[in-house]
């Protein structure tokens, strides 16, 4: 008699495959990360990265003297590897039923889990960045990206990346210096996701560009009320009014979600906190040193792993996806965060 085999119905490497090929789809932020792969298949789950700082110019020497030689000194940065996991459980009353397709929607899950927390770290650790740009009182445009972007004092002007809300997009389009992409066929979209450029930035939209209406205070803040569960008296607000709201905390430089317990202050102008990228390094024979690190790397170590297993007792097949990395902020002088009106 033959026997159906969980590896009939699941095949984790299969799987992995098709779970890694649906990711790219689904980013946003990760397309501008460089991917640094050392670690993969070597001892260790720490990475360190140097920072070397300058000596200086070079001195006038009269002839027959001599030069004092001058001490190099570098910080560095550790970071270690981390382990994203997701799982899923698929019945076999799932499987008999014949009903859609339960192994297929599991996969675009997993890769859909994966791609946000990827999207999630990098995104956060954008917001570590020491650059940035208050433009609370104006829209998003050419004229105010221009001056966000002029905060990176470059001696030429590179390319770089803009991440913007998508109700953002229509001062955008209005703005008679954008080029929009569906009809600058020449302009050389380089990752999916650009809708164009403006002030040589490229535009992406995504709805993870938090709009800041709050700011974490404390007990002393000027106006600040403290978020109760329910209930609320003066100097109080309710769980439930604040809590999908975006709190800039500027100590931990995050952005996080009210809690009970936690004392906010009204932000004056409500705005959208738009990371701008530098993608280039000031010149090509420096790439990638020191002087040139990325904006923002992936440290991996093991990429997509898929297992799968069956649970006789429940009789359902769990599925489980796994990705070792860690993602850090390597050169906070190509950020900058900008803060533009919502």
């Given at each position: 008699m033959a026997l159906t085999k969980l590896s009939d119905i699941i095949n984790p490497q299969v799987m992995g495959d098709m779970i890694q090929a649906k990711i790219p789809a689904m980013l946003k932020y990760t397309p501008y990360a460089k991917i640094d792969t050392t670690l993969?298949?070597?001892?260790?789950?720490?990475?360190?990265?140097?920072?070397?700082?300058?000596?200086?110019?070079?001195?006038?020497?009269?002839?027959?003297?001599?030069?004092?030689?001058?001490?190099?000194?570098?910080?560095?940065?550790?970071?270690?590897?981390?382990?994203?996991?997701?799982?899923?459980?698929?019945?076999?009353?799932?499987?008999?039923?014949?009903?859609?397709?339960?192994?297929?929607?599991?996969?675009?899950?997993?890769?859909?889990?994966?791609?946000?927390?990827?999207?999630?770290?990098?995104?956060?650790?954008?917001?570590?960045?020491?650059l940035s740009y208050d433009g609370t009182t104006s829209k998003i445009g050419y004229n105010s990206i221009v001056d966000a972007i002029d905060v990176l004092e470059e001696e030429e002007n590179t390319t770089k990346v803009v991440f913007v809300h998508p109700k953002q997009v229509t001062d955008l389009r209005k703005d008679s210096n954008f080029i929009d992409a569906n009809k600058y066929v020449g302009m050389n979209v380089m990752v999916s996701g650009e809708i164009g450029t403006i002030a040589n930035c490229r535009v992406v939209p995504s709805k993870n560009v938090p709009k800041i209406e709050y700011t974490l205070a404390t007990s002393t803040t000027q106006n600040a009320v403290l978020v109760v569960e329910s209930g609320a008296s003066t100097g109080e607000v309710n769980l439930s009014t604040v809590k999908d709201k975006c709190v800039w905390d500027a100590t931990n430089k995050a952005v996080v979600f009210p809690k009970v317990g936690d004392y906010i202050s009204a932000v004056a102008n409500p705005y959208y906190l738009n990371p701008i990228v530098k993608l280039e390094p000031a010149s090509a024979e420096t790439e990638y040193t020191e002087d040139e690190l990325p904006a923002v790397t992936i440290f991996l170590k093991k990429d997509i792993q898929v297992d799968a297993e069956w649970l006789p007792k429940s009789q359902q097949y769990d599925i489980t996806v796994a990705k070792y990395y860690g993602v850090a902020l390597t050169n906070a002088s190509k950020v900058v965060l900008a803060k533009f009106k919502a």
């Open positions: 993969v298949g070597v001892p260790g789950d720490t990475k360190t990265v140097p920072s070397w700082n300058f000596i200086g110019s070079a001195e006038d020497v009269a002839e027959g003297d001599s030069i004092t030689p001058s001490k190099m000194t570098a910080s560095t940065t550790t970071f270690t590897i981390k382990k994203a996991m997701k799982s899923v459980g698929i019945t076999q009353e799932a499987v008999n039923s014949g009903l859609g397709d339960p192994i297929g929607q599991a996969e675009i899950q997993l890769a859909k889990s994966i791609a946000v927390k990827i999207e999630n770290d990098v995104r956060e650790v954008l917001y570590k960045g020491s």
